[in-house]
């Protein structure tokens, strides 16, 4: 009697760490987010992490755009590029 695979098993399934082909359907998996095709990264990331409170040091402050609004230039650690947020959305730390 054949038994019937579901379409990822016969898929080129290969985990890197076993080098066995397996189905990976319905099972908790991990991966980059960076390696996501759909949708973009950044919607991912936005959808994760959008209300996540992130910590750095102010390095610079602007002189204000045409509405007179304060940006702040901040570091953050593991960001390779700062970022810039309006000074009235920062929270000093203690």
């Known amino acids: 009697m054949h038994q019937q695979q579901c379409a990822c098993c016969r898929l080129d399934n290969i985990t890197p760490e076993r080098g066995q ?3 990976v359907k319905n099972r908790q998996v991990q991966f980059l987010i960076q390696d996501v ?4 990264p950044a919607v991912v990331l936005e959808g994760l992490y959008a209300k996540t409170l992130v910590q750095g ?3 610079e402050l602007s002189e204000g755009g045409p509405d007179g609004e304060m940006f702040a230039v901040v570091e953050v650690e593991g960001l390779a590029q700062a970022v810039i947020v309006p000074v009235r959305c920062v929270r000093e730390t203690s």
């Open 57 to 59: 040091r102010v390095v």
């Open 37 to 40: 095709h759909f949708p973009e």
């Open 21 to 23: 082909r397996h189905c």
